[in-house]
């Protein structure tokens, strides 16, 4: 196979790997009414109740002004409640309410989003391996946004 017959290839890849987690997302969002972003935030607040806002956005890879503004969102909504910690207002710890609890019962598979499970289920060589070519394949374009790494992949 040629190479440009291959790059085509890798080309179709890339596209059904963007259209595969854009709908996703809106499948999620319909039947969640949360975006993707919110409802892994909302699973990780979940699992590890009394996280704060910068493990939070550790954990799912973003700003953290990104985070609190999920976070925000989320609790308008109910679904998340925030306590303050007594020696040091500015920590804010987070834990789901009732209604998040139910809407996680209720919400769609994986939680994570698709593209983040299938990562999590790659042999640590493999994710390895693709980490290098990934990040060979961003150094070598024109006009790259590395802003974007603090992305949720739903708001892309």
Request: a positive charge; zero cysteines; hydrophobic letters at 45%.
């Amino acid at each position: 196979m040629t190479n440009d017959a291959r790059m085509l290839e890798v080309l179709q890849q890339f596209r059904i790997l963007l259209r595969s987690i854009k709908r996703h997302y809106k499948w999620v969002e319909k039947r969640s009414g949360l975006a993707g972003a919110q409802l892994w935030a909302l699973s990780e607040v979940a699992a590890r109740p009394g996280l704060k806002v910068t493990e939070l956005a550790q954990r799912l890879a973003l700003h953290q002004s990104t985070a609190s503004n999920l976070v925000n969102r989320l609790s308008a909504l109910g679904l998340v409640a925030k306590t303050r910690v007594s020696e040091d207002q500015r920590v804010v710890r987070l834990r789901p309410t009732i209604k998040g609890q139910r809407v996680l019962k209720q919400a769609p598979r994986p939680l994570v989003g698709v593209l983040q499970q299938a990562l999590r289920e790659l042999p640590a060589q493999r994710l390895d391996a693709l980490h290098r070519e990934l990040a060979e394949v961003i150094r070598r374009m024109r006009g790259k946004d590395a802003r974007a790494r603090k992305v949720p992949l739903s708001d892309l």
